[in-house]
């Protein structure tokens, strides 16, 4: 592991379970390239635990005050969160900030490590991974006692979905605070070549079950007969996902695949444009996909869910994940979506602002600040709740 020297700060936080600093893999990196400068900004001394070639220190949006400190591990599907995750605590242990934010329950299992050093921590849970289609037995398992750990061990909790608070209350009593995504705005953007402004279809997700991928690839064949339909993600080569949407895209010219996106300019575009966004996420909370397409003013048709339903509100159309109502409601969506736009941006703008967000996640560290400099021993599990952050 790469150890780097602690400069001097009043106060100090430890970022743990992303892929590092900045990085563009998933919710939790998109977060951390928000928190992490919001507290630098706010006079934190900021460290974001990472993984070898996963970060992006060229990146345009790299703000030099946030310490990348990159730590080793197994690169496998079923250790790798387990084991960077340990180097990432056994680093922090020797390191010890004033407090850690800790991302995703598989961590849980090394808790009791930062607790034995005094150093308070605020987990953000993620979503039910133990729920996931795609995990296997072991990796749920591995999930669920995380989860057992972490409501055990952890100082603070923080849920993205009001659903996943109330999970958590009724399977593990605990509570927290909920703290969602947000989203970024952007200028207009021309729309992406080969497409017509508002009369396509969009699907943006990682190619796995749960998101209904296969349920849309064949509602796609339908909505095609009038729409172009684009398709944004990916998965393994030889999958049976990666090759019902291979197949489709090679032979139906109105279907467009586009494999991942990494530029997001060009995504926002795509959102921006869309005649509709479908969006099949039925497991996890706050979806950080959903609320930038809100942001964007994408008309959202999305797979109902208790979940999508908190998020979306009455800002978009639901479905049911068979093709033939995914092909009806999007269809309806492309012919109706002007009112949708203005009201998916407007509940973006209410409910889902990283400058909220940012706030109430310093607002969370403080507190524990705050706890751990009235007691000398590690605090004791929270039991308060709190709300959105608004603004």
Same mark, same amino acid.
């Given at each position: 592991m790469r150890l780097t020297r602690r400069r001097s700060s009043t106060k100090s936080v430890a970022i743990i379970g992303t892929r590092g600093y900045p990085s563009y893999y998933g919710g939790?990196?998109?977060?951390?390239?928000?928190?992490?400068?919001?507290?630098?900004?706010?006079g934190w001394d900021v460290s974001v635990y990472g993984r070898p070639g996963q970060t992006r220190p060229d990146d345009a949006g790299f703000d030099p005050r946030v310490r990348s400190v990159i730590t080793r591990g197994l690169d496998s599907t079923s250790l790798s969160t387990l084991s960077y995750g340990l180097t990432a605590c056994v680093h922090a242990f020797f390191r010890k900030p004033d407090v850690a934010l800790v991302m995703n329950v598989a961590n849980g299992f090394w808790l009791p490590l930062l607790r034995l050093r005094g150093?308070?921590?605020?987990v953000n849970v993620d979503g039910i991974e133990w729920h996931r289609a795609k995990w296997g037995r072991l990796?749920?398992?591995?999930?669920?006692?995380?989860?057992?750990?972490?409501?055990?061990?952890?100082?603070?909790l923080v849920f993205d979905a009001e659903a996943i608070a109330d999970f958590w209350l009724r399977e593990f009593g605990r509570t927290g605070t909920f703290i969602p995504y947000g989203g970024e705005t952007s200028e207009p953007l021309p729309v992406e070549d080969g497409l017509t402004s508002r009369r396509y279809a969009l699907m943006v997700a990682r190619f796995v079950p749960e998101n &209904?991928?296969?349920?849309? /690839?064949? %509602?796609?064949?339908?909505?095609?007969?009038?729409?172009?339909?684009?398709? +944004?993600?990916?998965?393994?080569?030889?999958?049976?996902?990666?090759?019902e949407v291979s197949e489709l895209d090679g032979s139906n010219p109105r279907v467009h695949w586009l494999g991942h996106v990494n530029?997001?300019?060009?995504?926002?575009?795509?959102?921006?444009?869309?005649?509709?966004y479908f969006h099949g996420h039925s497991?996890?909370? &706050?979806?950080?996909?959903? /609320?930038? %397409?809100?942001?964007?003013?994408?008309?959202?048709?999305?797979?109902?869910? +208790?979940?999508?339903?908190?998020?979306?509100?009455?800002?978009g159309l639901y479905c049911s994940p068979e093709p033939a109502a995914i092909a009806d409601v999007v269809r309806h969506m492309i012919e109706n979506s002007s009112e949708y736009r203005h009201k998916a941006a407007e509940r973006a703008a209410d409910a889902y602002t990283w400058s909220g967000v940012n706030d109430a996640y310093e607002a969370v560290l403080l507190d524990q600040l705050d706890a751990t400099a009235g007691q000398s021993s590690p605090t004791a599990p929270s039991r308060r709740v709190r709300r959105r952050p608004r603004g």
């Open positions: 939790f990196e998109t977060a951390v390239r928000h928190i992490s400068p919001h507290l630098a900004s706010r150093i308070p921590t605020v990796a749920k398992a591995m999930f669920r006692w995380g989860a057992t750990f972490t409501a055990k061990f952890a100082d603070e &209904t991928i296969s349920e849309f /690839v064949e %509602a796609a064949s339908d909505i095609s007969r009038d729409y172009d339909v684009v398709l +944004v993600g990916s998965a393994p080569e030889g999958s049976r996902l990666h090759a530029d997001d300019r060009r995504l926002y575009s795509l959102w921006q444009h869309s005649g509709a497991v996890g909370g &706050t979806n950080p996909a959903l /609320v930038q %397409a809100m942001t964007l003013g994408a008309p959202v048709v999305a797979r109902d869910t +208790v979940y999508n339903r908190e998020v979306l509100a009455d800002a």
